[in-house]
């Protein structure tokens, strides 16, 4: 199973990403955390990187196309991956499909979750109480719903053109929304 889990901040990505890497038995790949985990290092990427996690900017493509690229050519993704936060704009979603051309290993589906500015707004001020993001600000929070209205968004036409979007409500209990999200790929990948 490859998969995409798109949707705004705050909706609850990485949690279903995480419970749908067990579920299929595949590792869930999220940009967000390979950048946290390089910048906690303060390795060459991280502090790079950095300069625009900490304001809400996206990561320069050519970057972020790179840890993608050898992420997927690592051995763990045989029976395939879900990634999360990736692609982010028009040109990464190019780079991902030459990625998975030269892998011959097209994508499955794309899960797309939503919910109200409100909830997420309301989700994110937790998250930061509790896990002391510094990307968590109000400001910079507002930033990256701006950049995903705006860049990330659209790509849920790219992707429901091409007849690859199971969207989700991402409302609700966090067991409900799984179940929902696996009936809806079962049905649709069997
Ligand atoms: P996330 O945890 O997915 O919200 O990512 C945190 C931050 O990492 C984002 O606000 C961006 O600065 C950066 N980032 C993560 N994924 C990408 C991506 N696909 N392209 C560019 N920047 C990214």
């Not at 991956?81 to 979603?93: C, E, F, K, M, T």
């Not at 500015?117 to 109000?138: F, I, Y």
């Not at 929070?141 to 990330?152: C, D, G, M, P, S």
């Amino acid at each position: 199973m490859r998969l995409l889990i798109m949707g705004p901040q705050g909706v609850g990505k990485g949690t279903q990403a995480a419970k749908l890497a067990e579920h299929y038995g595949i590792p869930a790949i999220s940009t967000g955390d390979i950048f946290r985990y390089n910048i906690k290092n303060k390795t060459e990427l991280g502090l790079e990187a950095m300069s625009y996690t900490d304001k809400g900017e996206l990561v320069p493509d050519e970057l972020t196309n790179k840890i993608v690229k050898d992420r997927l050519a690592m051995d763990d993704t045989k029976n395939g991956w879900i990634l999360d936060g990736y692609p982010r704009n028009a040109s990464q979603v190019e780079a991902l499909d030459a990625m998975l051309a030269d892998l011959g290993t097209p994508l499955d589906a794309v899960v797309a979750l939503d919910a109200d500015r409100d909830v997420l707004m309301e989700r994110m001020a937790k998250r930061a109480a509790e896990q002391g993001r510094t990307d968590d600000t109000p400001e910079v929070i507002a930033k990256r719903l701006e950049t995903y209205a705006q860049e990330t968004a659209p790509l849920l036409d790219t992707y429901g053109e091409r007849g690859l979007l199971v969207a989700i409500d991402g409302v609700g209990e966090i067991d409900a929304i799984q179940a929902d999200i696996v009936a809806a790929l079962d049905a649709k990948v069997a």
